[in-house]
Structures are given as C-alpha cells and as structure tokens.
C-alpha cells in the first residue's frame, strides 16, 4: 500500500534532523582525531642527567625557580635527576590546581613526606575518604560557636603572658611568640589543666618537628640526617604525652565529656566516622599532633613577621594606623575583647594578611598529576600537563606578581582595603595564603583571630621598636620563618 504523499512529506524534517545530527557527530570524531594537543610546557635546559642540580645547589631551589618563572613564563616544568615538576604561577592557571576533584589532581602522591611528622592512623597515612572525614572533625572543631569559646581563652591567656613582662625590656619577640602560641593552642586544644605541666616540652618537640621537614624531607623523608632523627625522636615522645592526656581525658569521662569541656581534644574524642565509629587513641593523637603542627609554627611566625612588618620604620604610618584603630576599639567597647570586637579591627587584619601575602608560611603547594590536563596562559598559550606529572604553586612567588598586586614588594595593607581590593580584582586565586578550592585551609579563622589577639593587646598596652636588623628568611625548612632572633624593645604604655 502506497502511503500517502503529505505523509512523506512530513518525513522530510525528521530526516534532515537525524542526517544533520550523524553529520555533527563525524565532524566532532573526526576534528577530535585530528586535533592536536598542546605542547608540554617549556622545561628548564640544566645539566644532561642532573637537570637543575648543580644551580641548586649554588642558587638555592627559590632562586632557581624564579630564573625559570623570568625565562619561561607562568607555566614550565623543572628537571631534578629523574623527577620532572610542573610550576604553575599565577591565578589564570592555577583552576585546576585548586578545583579539581581528588581523582584527577592530588595531594597523596606529593605528600607521603609528612607521614614520619604527623604520625600513624591520620592525614597522608590513610585514604582519602577517611582523611576527609577527619577533617570534617577539624572543621566541626572550628565552627563559630566553638571559635567564639576560643576567643575568650586565647584574651585571658595573652593577658596572663604579657603580664609577666616587666615595666620595659628588650625580648626575642620570635621566641616570646613561639611560647605563647603553643600556650594559646594548648588552652584551646586540651583545656588549662595539662596545658601548663607540658609547655615547654611539646614547645620544644613542635620546633624540632618543624626543623625536621626539611626541602630534602620531600624527596627523601627517611633520610638518616640528625634534623629527622630529631623529628622522629620528637613525635615519639608528642606521641607519649599526648596518649597519657587522651587516656586521662577518657577516664575522667567515660560517658563522653560534659558541656563544660569545650576543647578540640573532647571534640575529637566525641567525632563519629559516617559509619558511626569512634575515633581510636591513635587517631585522636595524630590529629592533635596535626593540629598542633599545622597551626603553631604558621601563626607564631606570622605573628612575628606582623612584628617586623610593623615595627620597621619605613612602616611608621601603617603602625599608627594600626595603634588609632585599637584606641577607636577601646573607645567603643572598653577593654573588652571576644569574638565579635575581634571582627572589627579590620587594619589589624590587613596587616596581617599582607604579612602572609609577603612571607607565606607555606612557601609552595603540591599536587599529582593523576590524569592530563590543560592550562591556558594570560597571554594565551595552551600547555598540556602529563599525567603522572608533579605540579607545584609556588607561593612566594605567586603572591608577588605585579600584574595582580600593584608595587608587589612593598608591604601595603591598603591594598586589600576598600576601592582597591587587590586580591578580589585579580579574580580567583590570586590571594592563597590560605590555599583555596576544595584543601583551602581549615583554620583560617582560628589563625587570624590568634594573631589579633596577640596583636590587639600589644598595640594597646606598649610601645616598641624593633632593636635588630629586618630579619631573613630560613628557607631551609618547608614552612620557611624568620631567620634568627627578632630583638624588641618595649615600654609598657601608662594607663591613662
Ligand atoms: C597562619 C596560619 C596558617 C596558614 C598560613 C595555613 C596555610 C594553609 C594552606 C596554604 C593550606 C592548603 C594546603 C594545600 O592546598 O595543599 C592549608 C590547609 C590546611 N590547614 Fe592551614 N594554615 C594555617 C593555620 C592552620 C590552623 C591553625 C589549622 C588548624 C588546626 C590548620 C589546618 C589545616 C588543615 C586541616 C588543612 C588541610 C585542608 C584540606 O586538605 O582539606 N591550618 N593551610
């Protein structure tokens, strides 16, 4: 039976519609076969075999990257012996580095170095769902409500310390720093009662745990060199001290701890995996461990350089700025200080954060390359990343790009200050003292609010300056500090 002719007729479309389609379909595969990827990033000429060895170990690795980053641009790689880097430098391509998910860019491969420091049972020593679960309790242990509670304890502890300090005097402020940030995190951590019996020691342990993650540490973290036999001697006996405190902890709790207790080591205790167990003893002390290493030699650092910063003389004007906004403070509230007083010293928390733009404590970031990926230059030009590749953001470097941050070697708090907000302007990721994306830091919060406690009591109750040369950087360690002692000499203001 013939069909009818409009009834072909309205066959014609369909059929136009599913050739178009067929024909969409052969011009992607073949476009797709034909295209061709882009090239692999420059890479740095250095010696056959030693690659970039030898000017290692004249110019130090900064130097040598930063000859690259002149030469080659915002994306290169770096040949050292048989490993290959891949440095990505600046916001327009690092999106992958910091948004893309764990299966395709990773920090496991690039950070099994930190296993000796932190310990079993925790952070790159398990697998990834259960580190993200561990962080979560980290994170439960940051929310407002619980940082509201470590406000009061960080103000009555820095009043307690700087009360010791006589009429005027000149101290290490490094070290004077060292000790009270290990106080302040010791209150918050594990409440008042075990804080005061271990200062010294943990002080002690958390500096030799520093000095042990040395640059080499990332190649070769079981190295025998004195600094790791230092840093496993040092774990070991962290480990020691802070099972005792978890297991007392336990005993004195047995059915979990009251309200009352309101510190990260009952918060850890009392966190429950999805699966509802319970967090072991191990666990709980590497976590504290963790704790207690990502945040002491970072802020007591910061809060030193915030020191040097302000106390040069060139920076006269920001610390005047910084002085008149404690006495706005002061005029409205008193002397009191919590929380929310906190949020109000915007200036104080500008120099700060220019202080991590200028001496990032984390000097460089790591990732693995588990699949390809592409990255696509300011100026245009596209580079393929291998799989298999190590890359790296290397901070100091990324914070000081004048296309993003105007005179990027002057210390100017301003410029993240209304009308020039520097770090929002350049876009996403311009600004990473604090990592970004999906591993930005937990205790951003916990950090800032530290140092302006400091900060805030010391503008308010002295007047100092600064009796030692600018200090150096150490660029021995992975998390770089000042170098050497930081001499100030203070006044205690009078009360008026
Ligand atoms: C001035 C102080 C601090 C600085 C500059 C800092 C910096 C950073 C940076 C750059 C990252 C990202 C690492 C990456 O992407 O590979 C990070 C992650 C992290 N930080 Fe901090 N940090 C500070 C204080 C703290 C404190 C006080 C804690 C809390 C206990 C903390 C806990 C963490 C954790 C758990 C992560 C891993 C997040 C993840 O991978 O999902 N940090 N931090």
Redesign the pocket.
């Given at each position: 039976m013939e069909l009818p002719r409009v009834l072909w007729l309205a066959f014609v479309p369909v059929f136009v519609t599913v050739v178009s389609i067929m024909m969409a379909q052969l011009r992607t595969t073949f476009s797709r076969t034909t295209k061709q990827s882009p090239p692999p990033p420059p890479v740095t000429v250095g010696a056959p075999l030693l690659g970039i060895l030898p000017a290692l170990l004249t110019k130090g690795l900064l130097q040598v990257i930063r000859d690259a980053h002149a030469e080659m641009g915002s994306v290169f790689t770096v040949r050292l012996l048989h490993l290959k880097v891949t440095f990505l430098v600046g916001p327009d391509v690092l999106s992958h580095f910091y948004k893309g998910l764990d299966s395709e860019i990773s920090?496991d491969e690039v950070s099994q170095f930190t296993t000796p420091t932190f310990g079993p049972g925790v952070a790159f020593d398990v697998d990834f769902a259960t580190r993200r679960e561990q962080?979560r309790f980290?994170g439960d242990a940051?929310k407002p409500a619980k940082l509201r509670t470590y406000a009061c304890l960080m103000v009555r502890e820095v009043e307690e310390y700087f009360a010791r300090w006589g009429q005027c005097g000149t101290v290490d402020l490094k070290q004077e720093l060292e000790h009270l940030v290990t106080l302040i995190a010791s209150r918050c951590l594990f409440g008042e009662d075990v804080r005061a019996k271990m200062l010294v020691e943990v002080a002690t342990h958390l500096r030799e745990l520093n000095d042990g993650m040395r640059l080499v540490t990332i190649l070769f973290p079981h190295l025998p060199i004195p600094a790791h036999r230092r840093r496993d001697r040092a774990r070991a006996r962290l480990g020691e001290i802070f099972s005792d405190i978890v297991r007392s902890r336990k005993a004195s709790y047995p059915d979990g701890g009251p309200d009352v207790v309101d510190d990260m080591l009952q918060c850890l205790i009392d966190s429950r995996y999805k699966d509802g167990r319970a967090t072991t003893e191990t666990e709980v002390v590497g976590m504290l461990v963790?704790?207690l290493f990502?945040?002491q030699h970072?802020?007591s650092s910061?809060g030193t350089w915030t020191g040097a910063r302000l106390l040069a003389r060139a920076n006269n004007k920001k610390l005047c700025a910084a002085v008149q906004e404690q006495e706005r403070i002061v005029a409205r509230h008193g002397d009191r200080v919590d929380y929310e007083v906190l949020q109000e010293m915007d200036t104080l928390h500008r120099c700060i954060k220019e202080v991590?733009r200028l001496h990032?404590?984390?000097m460089m970031?790591?990732r693995h390359a588990r699949r390809s990926f592409t990255v696509r230059t300011r100026e245009g030009n596209e580079y393929e990343v291998t799989e298999g590749r190590t890359v790296a953001s290397p901070l100091v470097i990324h914070n000081r790009l004048p296309h993003v941050f105007r005179d990027p070697e002057k210390y100017e708090p301003d410029r993240f200050g209304p009308g020039r907000g520097e770090d929002v302007a350049g876009g996403a990721f311009s600004y990473?003292?604090?990592?970004g994306g999906?591993?930005?830091?937990?205790?951003?919060a916990?950090?800032y609010m530290q140092i302006k406690v400091i900060w805030s009591h010391l503008l308010r109750n002295f007047e100092m300056e600064m009796v030692s040369p600018f200090p150096e950087t150490d660029w021995n360690v992975v998390m770089p500090g000042p170098k050497g002692k930081v001499m100030v000499r203070y006044n205690r203001k009078r009360m008026s």
């Open positions: 920090q962080f980290f940051m963790s704790a990502a945040g970072t802020s910061t991590l990032p404590p984390a970031l790591l990473t003292a604090f990592g999906r591993h930005a830091c937990i205790g951003e916990f950090a």
